[in-house]
C-alpha cells in the first residue's frame, strides 16, 4: 500500500518561499512519476509541477513556471516542490500523487494518478 505524507507548508508573506516535501512509502519509489496538485477553497484541483520517473522530465503550470520548481530524491523516497515569490492567488492545499504508468513527460491529469497524500496547507497574505 502507497502512503504520501507531505510537510513543508505554512504561513508566508507575499514574496517569500516554501519549500514542500513529500515522503512516499510502501512501494518502489523510482517506478512512479510525481505530481504536485493544488486546491484553492471553492476551485477545483489544479496540477502545480510533475516530474518523471528519473527526473529527467518535468511539466509545470504556466501560473508557475519560473517561480517553482519540482525535483526528487529516489534514494530518499521523496520528492519537493521549491516554491518561490509566492503569490495571494497560490494560496491553497497542495498535494501530491504517484502515476504507477510509464509516462514521459510526467501527466498533468489528475485521474492519471493512484495515490494521493494528505495535502498540507499554504496560506500567503498579503
Known amino acids: 500500500q502507497v502512503q504520501l505524507v507531505e510537510s513543508g507548508g505554512g504561513l508566508v508573506q507575499a514574496g517569500g518561499s516554501l519549500r514542500l516535501s513529500c515522503v512516499f512509502s510502501?512501494?518502489?519509489?523510482?517506478?512512479?512519476?510525481m505530481g504536485w496538485f493544488r486546491q484553492a477553497p471553492g476551485k477545483e484541483r489544479e496540477i502545480v509541477a510533475a516530474?518523471?520517473?528519473?527526473?529527467?522530465?518535468?511539466y509545470y503550470a504556466d501560473s508557475v513556471k519560473g517561480r517553482f520548481y519540482i525535483s526528487r530524491d529516489n534514494a530518499k523516497n521523496t520528492v519537493y516542490l521549491r516554491m518561490n515569490s509566492l503569490e495571494v492567488e497560490d494560496t491553497a492545499v497542495y498535494s501530491c500523487?504517484?502515476?504507477?504508468?510509464?509516462?514521459?513527460?510526467?501527466?498533468?491529469?489528475?485521474?492519471?494518478?493512484?495515490?494521493w497524500g494528505q495535502g498540507t496547507q499554504v496560506t500567503v497574505s498579503s
Open positions: 510502501g512501494r518502489t519509489f523510482s517506478m512512479y512519476a
Open positions: 500523487a504517484a502515476d504507477r504508468r510509464i509516462s514521459s513527460p510526467p501527466s498533468y491529469v489528475p485521474s492519471a494518478y493512484d495515490y
Open positions: 516530474i518523471s520517473r528519473n527526473g529527467a522530465s518535468t
